[in-house]
């Protein structure tokens, strides 16, 4: 059974750095593809980045983005990170950790099997 716990979540101010981990449990997180969403009350869960089980990186086409974010992982320790830098108040959001083990689209909610809970984060101006 999978299981995924995300941390580092919390109240920064605009300009701030933050690094999201997700802890995986379970077996074969290296056969994983893992990915990050981001939502915030009354909008539909968006896709923020992926890291697919062969090394390939996925992020969201959205402005927002503009290499703010980078998402990596550590197969030793069953952990994905998501950097984010440079934040913004419209980041603010609950951030949500997922996993699939097999397909070949990474943007939908739909394409993950597995959810963490999420953890927040709030940007203040």
């Known amino acids: 059974q999978v299981q995924l716990v995300e941390s580092g979540g919390g109240l920064v101010q605009a300009g701030d750095s933050l690094r999201l981990s997700c802890v995986f449990s379970?077996?074969?997180?290296?056969?994983?593809?893992m990915g990050w969403f981001r939502q915030t009350p009354g909008k539909e869960r968006e896709f923020v980045a992926a890291?697919?089980?062969?090394?390939?990186?996925?992020?969201s086409r959205a402005d927002y983005l503009k290499g703010r974010f980078t998402i990596s992982r550590d197969n030793a320790k069953n952990t994905v990170y998501l950097q984010m830098n440079s934040l913004k108040p419209e980041d603010t959001a609950v951030y949500f950790c997922?996993?699939?083990?097999?397909?070949?689209?990474?943007?939908?909610?739909?394409?993950?099997?597995?959810w963490g809970r999420g953890t927040q984060v709030t940007v203040s101006s």
């Open positions: 997922a996993a699939k083990w097999s397909g070949r689209t990474w943007r939908s909610v739909d394409d993950y099997g597995f």
């Open positions: 379970g077996s074969r997180f290296s056969e994983y593809g």
């Open positions: 890291f697919t089980w062969n090394w390939t990186t996925y992020y």
